[in-house]
Every structure is written in structure tokens, then in C-alpha cells.
Nanobody, 127 residues
Framework: QVQLVESGGGLVQAGGSLRLSCAAS????????MGWFRQAPGKERVFAAG????????SYADSVKGRFTISRDNTKNTVYLQMNSLKPEDTAVYYC????????????????????WGQGTQVTVSS
């Protein structure tokens, strides 16, 4: 199994940009479907973006579509989340997650579709 470590979080002004990275260690990284989730204080952890093993397919929550871009570099065992036009409501702890199973797309937008999680990185957007 892979181990995931997020980085790149911090404080940014509304309208600004931030890029998160998720570094994976382990075998067969390209076999994993990868996702980014976020959890605001007092709220449930929700899906933000997902990407297939070789990066040919992506999926986004409506709340981030057009502003966030997920990508991966399998030669570096790393997944990225480029966040543009950030809003205060984007403030949350962002988690990287991996799924080793082939599951329907609906499952891949839920936390139940993932079996490996990073520890999270804080993103704070000020107004």
C-alpha cells in the first residue's frame, strides 16, 4: 500500500491561488485512483476532486469546478491540486486519498471509496 503526505497549505487572500501536493510512497502508484477531500470546522469531510490512475479522467465537485485543477505525475509519485480564485468558503483541512479498487464513479466521490488517507494540510482563505 502507498503512504500519503500532503503539503502546500497556508494562508492566502480571497482571489489568490495555492497549489497543494500529495507525495506518495509505495508500489504501483499509477494503479490508484486519487482524490482530494476537504473538511471545514464542524462540517463533514466532502469530495473536491478526483483523478484516474494514469490521469486520463478527472472529476470535480460543483463547488470547485472551473477554479480547481487536479493532476498527477506518476514519475514523481505525486498528485497536485491547483486552486485558483480562492474564496473564504474554501477554508478547510484538505486531505489526499487513494483507492486501490475499481469502483463506480459515484463511489469515487465519496469518502467510502477510499482506503488510504493522508494527514491533511490546512488552507485558510481570508477576505
Amino acid at each position: 500500500q502507498v503512504q500519503l503526505v500532503e503539503s502546500g497549505g497556508g494562508l492566502v487572500q480571497a482571489g489568490g491561488s495555492l497549489r497543494l501536493s500529495c507525495a506518495a510512497s509505495g508500489r504501483s502508484f499509477r494503479s490508484y485512483y486519487m482524490g482530494w477531500f476537504r473538511q471545514a470546522p464542524g462540517k463533514e469531510r466532502v469530495f473536491a476532486a478526483g483523478i484516474s490512475g494514469i490521469g486520463s479522467s478527472t472529476s470535480y465537485a460543483d463547488s470547485v469546478k472551473g477554479r480547481f485543477t487536479i493532476s498527477r505525475d506518476n514519475t514523481k509519485n505525486t498528485v497536485y491540486l491547483q486552486m485558483n480564485s480562492l474564496k473564504p468558503e474554501d477554508t478547510a483541512v484538505y486531505y489526499c486519498a487513494a483507492s486501490s479498487a475499481a469502483l463506480p464513479i459515484l463511489v469515487m466521490t465519496s469518502t467510502s471509496g477510499y482506503n488510504i488517507w493522508g494527514q491533511g494540510t490546512q488552507v485558510t482563505v481570508s477576505s
